[in-house]
């Protein structure tokens, strides 16, 4: 198989980014992408950074990435992990990489004594959900996520 994931280091800025990148264009939101390798260095591995992530290899070479964070659940007073991004590269897909990073991130959270380990996936992208729900997780098909971003996220907090 020769897969192997290790934590992200500063050095990986642009890898991540490339994989961002790729990812936001699966996702067709390539125009939605601000990163840069510049604020990937200071969100994810400046002195105040709450999120990591990790890379996947084949053969030494990066095929994919998953960046989290710890979140909280008040009824469990207890952290837990939530995965921002998992992406893997259409030459490697099929090679259990993503898979390998899920694993990973369950084993993080339970040694870091996680509640919970969360992720969304977009309702088209049935590649994804097949592997999640291969993996025993559940859709919380009860809760709708709401977001504030730019101009309506400005205007609210200035009301």
């Known amino acids: 198989m020769a897969l192997t994931l290790r934590e992200a280091v500063r ?11 790729e990812l936001a264009i ?47 659940s008040t009824w469990q007073a207890r952290n837990g992990l939530y995965l921002e991004d998992l992406y893997v590269t259409p030459k490697a897909r099929g090679l259990g990489a993503g898979k390998a990073m899920l694993k990973r991130l369950a084993q993080i959270a339970l040694e870091n004594d996680c509640g919970r380990f969360e992720w969304s996936v977009l309702d088209w992208n049935e590649p994804a959900i097949r592997v999640y729900e291969a993996i025993g997780a559940d859709p919380m098909s009860e809760w709708i996520r709401y977001r504030l971003t730019g101009d309506r996220l400005k205007a609210f907090a200035d009301s």
Not at 11 to 21: K, P, Q
Request: charged share 20%.
């Open 26 to 72: 699966y996702e067709k939101a390539e125009h939605e992408v601000a990163a840069t390798v510049e604020t990937i260095e200071g969100s994810i591995f400046g002195p105040s950074s709450v999120t990591r992530a990790l890379i996947c290899e084949h053969h030494g070479e990066p095929v994919g990435m998953a960046i989290w964070f710890y979140s909280y």
């Open 11 to 21: 050095e990986d800025a642009a890898t991540l980014l490339g994989f961002i990148r």
